[in-house]
């Protein structure tokens, strides 16, 4: 599982997905999300404005991500 780090309270998913290199916009967000299975927390998520924190596990394409604050604002 890779960890990824974010600085602020929580991260959009559109946000996050870019972050990851997903997607290269935002605006690839909506479609990413209708064509592929992303899990957040274990469950099917299509809404790119899905508010993402500290702890929660990511799942896509078998691949996991968890979601850290980094707490150091490095």
Known sequence: MKEIFIKTEFIKLGQLL?????????AEAKSFLLENKVL?????????????????????DNEKFLIKKNINNQ
Not at 18 to 26: F, Q
Not at 51 to 60: P, R
Request: proline share 0%; glycine share 16%.
């Open 18 to 26: 870019k972050l990851i290199g997903k997607i290269d916009s935002g």
């Open 40 to 60: 957040v927390n274990g469950e099917r998520q299509d809404q790119r404005g899905k508010k993402i924190v500290d702890g929660f596990v990511i799942e896509i």
